[in-house]
């Protein structure tokens, strides 16, 4: 199973962005997903994840309400939407998947993606 992260870029405070993970491979409605970022000099961290069945997601408090994710497992893709972009959202953004629940533990997740800058200036 391979992970394709997409959509990264360079954007104004307040801006929005949208990222993509588009899944190949493997069937996207298999899997659970979870979208992380890492910050220079700091751990990785997690921002948001999408169960396998049913589409729930659940999301860090540091992005609940600015981020939405989705999913169109017809595509094998799954969108980050951000919204009113903080400089502190600043970061990598990696997709990753595993066959379990979604869950807040990076170490849990089975496949990643390549991972996508997102930059945010104030």
């Known amino acids: 199973v391979q992970l394709q992260a997409s959509g990264g870029g360079l954007v104004q405070a307040g801006g929005s962005l949208r990222l993509s993970c588009v899944v190949s491979?493997?069937?996207?409605?298999?899997?659970?997903m979870g979208w992380f970022r890492q910050a220079p000099g700091k751990e990785r961290e997690f921002a948001g994840g999408?169960?396998?069945?049913?589409?729930?997601?659940f999301y860090a408090d540091s992005v609940k309400g600015r981020f939405t994710i989705s999913r169109d497992n017809a595509k094998n893709t799954v969108f980050l939407q951000m919204n009113s972009l903080k400089p502190e959202d600043t970061a990598v953004y990696y997709c990753?998947?595993?066959?379990?629940?979604?869950?807040?533990?990076?170490?849990?997740?089975?496949?990643w993606g390549q991972g996508t800058q997102v930059t945010v200036s104030s």
């Open positions: 990753a998947a595993r066959r379990g629940a979604a869950v807040t533990t990076a170490t849990l997740y089975h496949y």
């Open positions: 491979g493997g069937t996207l409605s298999t899997y659970s």
């Open positions: 999408i169960w396998r069945s049913g589409g729930s997601t």
